[in-house]
């Protein structure tokens, strides 16, 4: 089955260390994005990748970083320059051309101590 | 710039009464709509998206919604309320061109017996 997949589900970490989120699509999508979720606040890009080796900001890149260094996989590393990093995480892929119509991962639950 | 506002971040209906949650955006471009839904701790699922064919769309789950340029909407209805469509539900807008959605708040719905 083709999908997006995230790992891991739920991830602890303690306050001032980076850690890596993971994904992974086997769509065959060009696009790939990161959003942050808290509550109330509905989704806010972090940043998006088009095509390989390219990525942009989004409305919150600070105290983020990507890659993308091969067109199934956009790690997104949190750094501890952010500062409330607590929050879901999920991440998306699209055909840029198909009406930006956007697949969801399941997301990762991320708990800075 | 394109933006979406969704209206109430709370609906309580009974099973079986009628839903109704609001979407209005607002787009220099015609727009690409969207109603994703969203379980608790997964990630989003598309419902149903409108692409300028017919204004009114059909979804899963038995859920439509109807585009209205002059009233600038679109709303998500469902004749009849289940238990299970308690969730979260989000509307969304093609950013136009920038192959970005731009994402309202959200709009929690509870159903009770």
């Known amino acids: 089955d083709g999908g997006i997949t995230q790992s891991p589900k739920y991830l602890f970490r303690k306050e001032g260390q980076n850690v890596t989120l993971s994904c992974e699509q086997n769509?065959?999508?060009?696009?790939m994005y990161w959003y942050r979720q808290d509550p109330g606040q509905g989704l806010r890009l972090i940043y998006y990748?088009?095509?390989?080796?390219?990525?942009q900001k989004g409305d919150i890149a600070e105290g983020y970083s990507v890659s993308r260094e091969k067109k199934e996989s956009f790690p997104l590393t949190v750094t501890s320059a952010q500062k409330n990093p607590t929050a879901f995480y999920l991440c998306?892929?699209?055909?840029?051309?198909?009406?930006?119509?956007?697949?969801f991962g399941p997301g990762t639950r991320l708990t800075v101590l | 710039a394109q933006s979406v506002t969704q209206l109430g971040s709370h609906v309580s209906v009974s099973e079986g009464a009628l839903v109704l949650l609001r979407c209005n955006y607002s787009?220099?471009?015609?727009?690409?709509l969207f109603w994703y839904v969203q379980y608790p701790n997964q990630g989003l699922q598309l419902l149903l998206k409108?692409?300028?064919?017919?204004?009114l769309v059909k979804g899963i789950n038995g859920f439509e919604a109807e585009f209205k340029k002059s009233e600038t909407s679109f709303h998500l209805t469902k004749p009849s309320a289940h238990m299970s469509d308690a969730a979260e539900y989000f509307c969304?807008?093609?950013?136009?061109?920038?192959?970005?959605?731009?994402f309202g708040a959200g709009t929690r719905l509870a159903v009770h017996p």
């Open positions: 990748s088009q095509i390989v080796n390219d990525f």
């Open positions: 769509l065959n999508h060009d696009a």
């Open positions: 998306a892929s699209s055909i840029p051309d198909d009406y930006n119509e956007q697949f």
């Open positions: 787009s220099s471009v015609p727009p690409y």
């Open positions: 409108y692409t300028s064919a017919a204004t």
């Open positions: 969304a807008v093609d950013s136009g061109g920038y192959n970005k959605l731009i």
